[in-house]
Nanobody, 119 residues
């Protein structure tokens, strides 16, 4: 059993900052990729940022220069530092991990955390 638990969402004013965390736990052998996705009402879930076990990163164009993804492999945790937040960043943010358990590879999702940016 693998669980991803997100924290750090909330309500902030435009121009503010938030830091999201996502901790993976359970029968994990190794985590390959971790990432953050978001889904606003009426929209599809979209990639925000992702990071490999080696530290390579990829960002959506809309967040480049404002968001930073990082991970602590020892803690099986991924972070998303979000600066210069805009109302259009409002969404439910989901953590995703592609990992290996003792028996298989698989993709796991967190339950989501709400981020609301007021103008």
């Amino acid at each position: 059993q693998v669980q991803l638990v997100e924290s750090g969402g909330g309500l902030v004013q435009a121009g503010g900052s938030l830091r999201l965390s996502c901790a993976a736990s359970g029968s994990i052998f190794s985590i390959i990729d971790m990432g953050w996705y978001r889904q606003a009402p009426g929209n599809h879930r979209e990639l925000v940022a992702e990071i490999t076990s080696g530290g390579s990163t990829n960002y959506a164009d809309s967040v480049k220069g404002r968001f930073t993804i990082s991970r602590d492999n020892a803690k099986n945790t991924v972070y998303l530092q979000m600066n210069s937040l805009k109302p259009e960043d409002t969404a439910v943010y989901y953590c995703k991990a592609y990992l290996r358990t003792r028996t298989a590879f698989g993709t796991y999702w967190g339950q989501g955390t709400q981020v609301t940016i007021s103008s």
